[in-house]
T-cell receptor, first 117, second 115 residues
Framework: GAVVSQHPSWVICKSGTSVKIECRSLDFQATTMFWYRQFPKQSLMLMATSNEGSKATYEQGVEKDKFLINHASLTLSTLTVTSAHPEDSSFYICSAVGTSPFINELFFGEGSRLTVL | AQKVTQAQTEISVVEKEDVTLDCVYETRDTTYYLFWYKQPPSGELVFLIR??????QNEISGRYSWNFQKSTSSFNFTITASQVVDSAVYFCALSGNTGGFKTIFGAGTRLFVKA
């Protein structure tokens, strides 16, 4: 079946550095991907919608300059946390909406755990 | 606006008991999907089921069953004869066509199954 792969699975970085997380659809194309953030013991909160070839759409309260999203191809979206601070420590999960061949199927990545020291 | 409500924050049962997790949703979309995901302590989301708005048939998969009632906007999930390995957080989610299928999650229900 279709798989969405996230890399890295976990990352530890120093405060002030930038971290890039990749979300890749395997064996299918996804013009739309979504990025979620999950704080401990909380639900998944949608951060932004990433559309291939266009700017991401951010949810209210999410800083677009802080969380840079690039969806350069039909199989890859990246989330860059810029100048990370400890409060950015969280679990980040992406999902991809299939076009071909899994039309309108939704698949989630396994998540990336970010710890900012 | 779309909304998913999981009123039960935590449920604790003893092994072999049946347990039902409630999910109530709100949407104005005519076409939408409902999901249940399991999130074990390791953190990854495990897909359990997807149901589209035109299919109200209930579904059974092993010890899991789902009851979709459009009339009450509910999509409840029952685990029969629960096991310790069922302990996890369970999320109900909604994805509608007018939102480009972005998925909104409920707050989650944490299930503890004691031996």
């Amino acid at each position: 079946g279709a798989v969405v792969s996230q890399h890295p699975s976990w990352v530890i970085c120093k405060s002030g550095t930038s971290v890039k997380i990749e979300c890749r659809s395997l064996d299918f194309q996804a013009t739309t991907m979504f990025w979620y953030r999950q704080f401990p013991k909380q639900s998944l909160m949608l951060m932004a919608t990433s559309n291939e070839g266009s700017k991401a759409t951010y949810e209210q309260g999410v800083e677009k300059d802080k969380f840079l999203i690039n969806h350069a191809s039909l199989t890859l979206s990246t989330l860059t946390v810029t100048s990370a601070h400890p409060e950015d420590s969280s679990f980040y999960i992406c999902s991809a909406v299939g076009t071909s061949p899994f039309i309108n199927e939704l698949f989630f990545g396994e998540g990336s755990r970010l710890t900012v020291l | 606006a779309q909304k998913v409500t999981q009123a039960q924050t935590e449920i604790s049962v003893v092994e072999k008991e049946d347990v039902t997790l409630d999910c109530v949703y709100e949407t104005r979309d005519t076409t939408y999907y409902l999901f249940w995901y399991k999130q074990p302590p390791s953190g990854e989301l495990v897909f359990l089921i997807r149901r589209n708005s035109f299919d109200e048939q209930n579904e059974i998969s092993g010890r899991y069953s789902w009851n979709f009632q459009k009339s009450t906007s509910s999509f409840n999930f029952t685990i029969t004869a629960s096991q310790v390995v069922d302990s996890a957080v369970y999320f109900c989610a909604l994805s509608g066509n007018t939102g480009g299928f972005k998925t909104i999650f409920g707050a989650g229900t944490r299930l503890f199954v004691k031996a």
